[in-house]
T-cell receptor, first 117, second 114 residues
Framework: AQTVTQSQPEMSVQEAETVTLSCTYD???????LFWYKQPPSRQMILVIR??????QNATENRFSVNFQKAAKSFSLKISDSQLGDTAMYFC??????????????FGQGTTLQVKP | KAGVTQTPRYLIKTRGQQVTLSCSPI?????VSWYQQTPGQGLQFLFE???????NKGNFPGRFSGRQFSNSRSEMNVSTLELGDSALYLC?????????????FGSGTRLTVV
């Protein structure tokens, strides 16, 4: 069974600085997808960034980028130029597509990030 | 484009009762998944529906059930509620055949069982 581990329950960063959130996963699969989701106090889970395992290139979305190390089964999220609106809980998630093009997300326990002014 | 809509936002029920939660996916999305979020267990997959058929199911007791209608709207039902069922229930939808692009979540229904 696949598992996802986020070893940092809480982190804080000063506004405008850079922070990295860690995530490791365990799987025997070769084809899968990885995601980072953000959950602010409004409760809605928001997709931040995604990575396809067969792609070597690390994904980037504006201030958000990942460091995907497939052999090490590591998928960290870097937030540059942190903003107050980045304060939220961040979840790392793994998905192995099932037949029929459906899938289920397996989430880590989450990292609470506080951006300080 | 409207997002994933979940109703109601909050719900308080008594032990032993049953409850039905509703989820309307983004227009054009035909796959709907449900997740339970609790402080102790985190986010856990309940089930996924596509074309009115349950495609995947998580490790939850039979008291948890769901269905999907022809317009892709989905409902989740929990019977004989227990205190431990208190949680945030999240619904997510995706395009058919494109789960690799991730799922779009609703704001959830906060269920409190007293």
């Amino acid at each position: 069974a696949q598992t996802v581990t986020q070893s940092q329950p809480e982190m804080s960063v000063q506004e405008a600085e850079t922070v990295t959130l860690s995530c490791t996963y365990d799987t025997s699969e070769n084809n899968y997808y990885l995601f980072w989701y953000k959950q602010p106090p409004s409760r809605q889970m928001i997709l931040v960034i995604r990575q396809e395992a067969y792609k070597q290139q690390n994904a980037t979305e504006n201030r958000f980028s990942v460091n995907f190390q497939k052999a090490a089964k590591s998928f960290s999220l870097k937030i540059s130029d942190s903003q107050l609106g980045d304060t939220a809980m961040y979840f790392c998630a793994f998905m192995k597509p099932y037949s029929g093009n459906t899938g289920k997300l397996i989430f880590g326990q989450g990292t609470t990030l506080q951006v300080k002014p | 484009k409207a997002g994933v809509t979940q109703t109601p936002r909050y719900l308080i029920k008594t032990r032993g009762q049953q409850v039905t939660l509703s989820c309307s996916p983004i227009s054009g999305h035909r796959s709907v998944s449900w997740y339970q979020q609790t402080p102790g267990q985190g986010l856990q997959f309940l089930f996924e529906y596509f074309s009115e058929t349950q495609r995947n199911k998580g490790n939850f007791p039979g008291r948890f059930s769901g269905r999907q209608f022809s317009n892709s709207r989905s409902e989740m039902n929990v019977s004989t509620l227990e205190l431990g069922d208190s949680a945030l229930y999240l619904c997510a939808s995706s395009f058919v055949g494109q789960p690799r692009y991730g799922y779009t979540f609703g704001s959830g229904t906060r269920l409190t069982v007293v």
